[in-house]
Nanobody, 128 residues
Framework: QGQLVESGGGSVQAGGSLRLSCAHS????????LAWFRQAPGKEREGVACITNDTTTCYADSVKGRFTISNDNAKNTLYLQMDNLKPEDTGMYFC??????????????????????WGQGTQVHVSS
């Protein structure tokens, strides 16, 4: 049984940075797509960034130029480097995985049903 475990969340002022990590294990399928989603209180979970096993990436328009997704296969760890954070970036951030390659021009259009495996989330709060 696969497992996804997020870490690295916290509180930061606007303009600051955070790096989220997601330790992933037990997933042996290939090709695959890994992703970060976020959910603000009272809102639908939305896609933030994705990366495939051949390192193709995609981002939500709202984070392009500020967030960077990467995956270290040797460490089985997915990362999300978040720079120039804004209050609207506040939310619970989730790591997700799915069999196969997936890509969106604007990853905010991705939905939960597109991904089959999920972590428990890590909280990010950005104050103004």
């Amino acid at each position: 049984q696969g497992q996804l475990v997020e870490s690295g969340g916290g509180s930061v002022q606007a303009g600051g940075s955070l790096r989220l990590s997601c330790a992933h294990s037990g997933y042996t399928f290939s090709p695959y797509t890994l992703a970060w989603f976020r959910q603000a209180p009272g809102k639908e979970r939305e896609g933030v960034a994705c990366i495939t096993n051949d390192t193709t990436t995609c981002y939500a328009d709202s984070v392009k130029g500020r967030f960077t997704i990467s995956n270290d296969n040797a460490k089985n760890t997915l990362y999300l480097q978040m720079d120039n954070l804004k209050p609207e970036d506040t939310g619970m951030y989730f790591c997700a995985a799915v069999r196969g390659r997936a890509w969106w021009r604007d990853f905010s259009n991705a939905r939960m049903r597109h991904f089959h495996y999920w972590g428990q989330g890590t909280q990010v709060h950005v104050s103004s």
